[in-house]
């Protein structure tokens, strides 16, 4: 079992949509968590952090934490094409390694 | 602040020469991380320092790699000798301390080893 688990997609939205982006982790004892984006070519940008379970929200991005289930997410509101990108769940685990799940490709359809 | 800073950009080699890729982090972190990112892995974890100490090099795939970070402002990651199955983009990341603090990128090395 990888310790970041993301559902590689493409996962498909229309423009204005909601977009929902999910990631599992095994580790326990991790107490950090991220969000990345990834233009293809670019390296990976920094969008949302949360460190507590609820949510945290920041413009058009909401970041999800459940730890009890290991379950983190992130929506985004109002869709645009240039939200177009491979989206990369990232979890501090319990020995300070910031591990990376496969990311999701989230397409937004005009 | 101009960010974590990667050099080269591109770097083409034949197999079995030597690479250094050269990353400088952003001023005043603590904590710097080499990945390698490949369509087949995803993006792997090959070592992380905290204030220029190595504290896992668990991901680094084979003796062929090595990683030096000799001051805080300056790292390298050494491949010696290369290989096409190398082949990757190789990305350096700082955070300010290891534990639970944001980490930014740079802009990543594309090494092709032909």
């Known amino acids: 079992q990888k310790e970041v688990e993301q559902n590689s997609g493409p996962l498909s939205v229309p423009e204005g949509a909601i977009a929902s982006l999910n990631c599992t982790y095994s580790?326990?004892?991790?107490?950090?968590f991220f969000w990345y984006r990834q233009y293809s070519g670019k390296s990976p940008e920094l969008i949302m952090s949360?460190?507590?379970?609820g949510d945290k929200e920041d413009g058009r991005f909401t970041a999800q934490l459940n730890k009890a289930s290991q379950y983190v997410s992130l929506l985004i509101r109002d869709s645009q094409p240039s939200d177009s990108a491979t989206y990369l769940c990232?979890?501090?685990?319990?020995?300070?390694?910031?591990?990376f799940g496969g990311g999701t490709r989230l397409m937004v359809k005009p | 602040d101009a960010g974590v800073i990667q050099s080269p950009r591109h770097e083409v080699t034949e197999m079995g020469q030597e690479v250094t890729l050269r990353c400088k982090p952003i001023?005043?972190?603590?904590?710097l991380f080499w990945y390698r990112q490949t369509m087949m892995r995803g993006l792997e974890l090959l070592i992380y320092?905290?204030?220029?100490?190595?504290?896992?090099d668990s991901g680094m795939p084979e003796d062929r790699f090595s990683a030096k970070m000799p001051n805080a402002s300056f790292s390298t990651l050494k491949i010696q000798p290369s290989e096409p199955r190398d082949s990757a983009v190789y990305f350096c990341?700082?955070?300010?301390?290891?534990?639970?603090?944001?980490?930014?990128f740079g802009q990543g090395t594309r090494l092709t080893v032909v």
């Open positions: 990341a700082s955070s300010m301390t290891a534990a639970n603090t944001e980490a930014f």
């Open positions: 001023s005043g972190h603590n904590s």
């Open positions: 990232a979890v501090h685990n319990a020995g300070n390694m910031l591990t």
């Open positions: 580790d326990r004892g991790s107490q950090s």
């Open positions: 949360i460190y507590s379970n």
């Open positions: 320092f905290n204030n220029n100490v190595p504290i896992d």
